[in-house]
T-cell receptor, first 111, second 111 residues
Framework: GIQVEQSPPDLILQEGANSTLRCNFS?????LQWFHQNPWGQLINLFY???GTKQNGRLSATTVATERYSLLYISSSQTTDSGVYFC?????????????FGAGTQVVVTP | DGGITQSPKYLFRKEGQNVTLSCEQN?????MYWYRQDPGQGLRLIYY???????QKGDIAEGYSVSREKKESFPLTVTSAQKNPTAFYLC??????????FGEGSRLTVL
């Protein structure tokens, strides 16, 4: 099956710093999503981005499908950005929502 | 408000008992999913359903069962055959092939 690798596994930031999270995948994908899992366990949708670039406030994401990677940018980080960031990909159009998840990047933002 | 409701949020079970986790959505989504998350891990797919009265096994279906009698509901039963049932269980839904949305999750602990 498809492999989804996220880096780095852990990231410690000081409030106000910028960072880049990476997601590599081993096969062509139809869809790619980024999620933020808060300390209570809820998964929050950040981006639905099979290709191209999107921005939402201090967050932005870029997916280069032909090179099989996606990047999530966090700018001017805040303590509320702490949590785990997951990348997930959908391989075929026959498998609605059958997302394959990476292991995640644990982000800690310190005051 | 539209969303996905999971219950209970916390559940304790004795070994050998079956338990059923509830998932209800009012988003009018066709597809529904159950994922399992273990500490420090990504999410793994247990079962998914694209239409009423039909469902398919995911990557780790052994020891679990589901039903899809109504579009809005997709309950998961964790049976006594599941060897390591202690985990965080997440229900999700999507339009056909679209963005995936998650409920708040249910934490199951086997005593």
């Amino acid at each position: 099956g498809i492999q989804v690798e996220q880096s780095p596994p852990d990231l410690i930031l000081q409030e106000g710093a910028n960072s880049t999270l990476r997601c590599n995948f081993s096969d062509s994908v139809n869809n790619l999503q980024w999620f933020h899992q808060n300390p209570w366990g809820q998964l929050i949708n950040l981006f639905y981005i099979p290709s191209g670039t999107k921005q939402n406030g201090r967050l932005s994401a870029t997916t280069v499908a032909t090179e099989r990677y996606s990047l999530l940018y966090i700018s001017s980080s805040q303590t509320t950005d702490s949590g785990v960031y997951f990348c997930a990909v959908e391989v075929t159009t026959d498998s609605w929502g059958k997302l394959q998840f990476g292991a995640g990047t644990q982000v800690v933002v310190t005051p | 408000d539209g969303g996905i409701t999971q219950s209970p949020k916390y559940l304790f079970r004795k070994e050998g008992q079956n338990v059923t986790l509830s998932c209800e959505q009012n988003l009018n989504h066709d597809a529904m999913y159950w994922y399992r998350q273990d500490p420090g891990q990504g999410l793994r797919l247990i079962y998914y359903s694209q239409i009423v009265n039909d469902f398919q096994k995911g990557d780790i279906a052994e020891g679990y069962s589901v039903s899809r009698e109504k579009k809005e509901s997709f309950p998961l039963t964790v049976t006594s055959a599941q060897k390591n049932p202690t985990a965080f269980y997440l229900c999700a839904s999507s339009r056909s092939g679209g963005e995936l949305f998650f409920g708040e999750g249910s934490r199951l602990t086997v005593l």
